[in-house]
């Protein structure tokens, strides 16, 4: 399927994406931009999104939820339980949903929250609170190409499941290692999803993420048609 010329993907760094879709909304996954040292500085200001996606409740995922919400008033969607903590910090306009459900978001555009498997802890003053489970969405634009964002997770079985059911075109997963999946087990997350086009992400923002997208392509180089687009913080594909 062709994406479509006013599709654009930008990646802010770590598991950060900024998406335009070919109606001319805007979304945000993973909103860690202030901090987020692979984020460049001209990409930290964020101040027009119509969605917010949030995998889970780690400060590198959601540091920066509470004031590009409440700057943009964008909705922001992510797990019931991390939804009514936002709240509770002042966030507008949530929509708490669960692992399986399918919402139209925006107009045109369709979210499907899936499973992760990985921890999902808020930590706040020095204490772990509840913030439900860690996910991953498959996103349909307003012209049918879909996307499925892995958020942070080791391979798991149902990406087969989730390969058949939603059949996505473009996949962003992670390499990192250690807090995530390696080169060695995205490659086999790729062959469960029958991925065609895959955004490696969550490697090299911190030493420990020893995983690189050369590694991917080594463990990928036997099956056959698959692209794998190696980015740039800032860097926008179209």
């Known amino acids: 399927m062709d994406i479509g010329k006013d599709t654009a993907f930008t990646w802010l760094g770590h598991a950060t ?46 540091a920066d939820a509470v004031p590009v919400a409440q700057r943009t008033g964008a909705k922001t969607l992510t797990i019931f339980e991390l939804a009514t903590y936002l709240e509770g910090k002042g966030v507008l ?13 925006l107009d045109g555009v369709r979210v499907t929250m899936v499973g992760a498997n990985h921890s999902c802890g808020i930590v706040e003053d020095g204490k772990i609170v509840y913030g439900g489970e860690a ?4 996103i349909e ?16 079985g149902d990406m087969k499941i989730i390969g058949e059911l939603y059949r996505p075109e473009l996949v962003m ?20 999803l029958g991925a065609k086009m895959v955004i490696p992400m969550h490697y090299a923002t911190f ?9 991917l392509r080594q463990e990928t180089a036997d ?9 740039k913080p800032g860097q926008t594909v179209r």
């Open 17 to 62: 994406f900024r998406i335009t879709t070919p109606g001319g909304k805007h979304l945000l996954i993973d909103p860690w931009v202030d901090t987020n040292p692979a984020c460049p500085e001209e990409a930290r200001k964020i101040d027009s999104l119509d969605l917010i996606l949030i995998t889970h409740g780690h400060s590198d995922h959601m």
């Open 173 to 192: 997963l992670p390499i990192g290692d250690f807090y995530t999946m390696s080169p060695r087990e995205a490659a086999y997350a790729c062959r469960l």
């Open 141 to 156: 634009l307003e012209n049918g190409f879909r996307i499925y964002h892995a958020g942070d997770t080791c391979v798991f």
């Open 207 to 215: 030493p420990v993420l020893t995983g690189t997208p050369q590694a």
């Open 223 to 231: 099956i056959p048609g698959l692209r794998i687009i190696e980015m």
């Open 93 to 105: 306009n949530t929509i708490g949903m669960n692992k399986g459900g399918t919402t139209e978001a």
């Open 135 to 138: 996910v991953g969405y498959v």
